[in-house]
C-alpha cells in the first residue's frame, strides 16, 4: 500500500511539527525556544562583532565599554518577530487605535489606559507602577520596526 508512511506516528509528529512551525511563521512568531533562538542570532552576529572590536581596538576603543553597538547588525528575516505589547494596566493588546505610550520613567501603557489616568488634561497624573508624575505632552508612542 502507498499510503502506508502517512500513517505512521512518524509521518504525524513531522506533520505536526510543521503545522506548527507555519502557524508561527504566520503569526511573526518563534517557533524554536528562545535560548535556541538566541544562540542562533549570536552565532550569526559574532563574525560581524568581531570584526568590529578589531576595528574599535585599531582606534584605541573597547566594544565591552560602549552602552551601545555603533552599527546596527542585520540578522535577516529568521530573527525578525512581530512585536506582542499588551498593556499591564487594561490587558489589552495593543492595536493601530491604542498603541503603546512610553512614559518618562520607561514604563508603558496603551493610549487607552492613558487617557483614563488623564481625567483632566491639563493635569499631571501619576505612573501606576512608580512615584513619577507624568504629563500628556511628555508621553512618546512606542513604535516597533518593521511594523506598519
Known amino acids: 500500500n502507498p499510503y502506508t508512511d502517512l500513517l505512521s506516528p512518524g509521518a504525524w509528529d513531522a506533520a505536526a511539527r510543521e503545522f506548527g512551525k507555519q502557524a508561527c511563521s504566520l503569526m511573526g512568531q518563534a517557533s524554536e525556544s ?3 533562538t538566541v544562540v542562533a542570532a549570536g552565532s550569526a552576529a559574532l563574525p560581524t562583532l568581531l570584526k568590529l572590536a578589531a576595528v574599535m581596538e585599531k582606534g ?4 565591552r565599554s560602549v552602552e551601545q553597538l555603533p552599527v546596527e547588525i542585520a540578522l535577516g ?3 525578525v518577530f512581530r512585536p506582542i505589547f499588551a498593556c499591564p494596566v487594561s490587558r489589552d493588546m495593543s492595536t493601530p487605535d491604542n498603541p503603546p505610550l512610553a512614559l518618562p520613567c520607561g514604563h508603558v501603557l496603551a493610549e487607552q ?3 483614563k489616568l488623564l481625567k483632566n488634561r ?3 497624573f501619576k505612573c501606576p507602577y512608580c512615584p513619577m508624575e507624568c504629563r500628556q505632552e511628555s508621553l512618546r508612542p ?3 520596526p518593521g511594523i506598519d
Not at 584605541?60 to 566594544?63: P, R
Open 142 to 144: 512606542v513604535t516597533f
Open 77 to 79: 528575516p529568521e530573527f
Open 60 to 63: 584605541g576603543q573597547d566594544l
Open 34 to 36: 528562545p535560548l535556541t
Open 122 to 124: 491639563s493635569r499631571a
Open 113 to 115: 489606559s492613558v487617557a
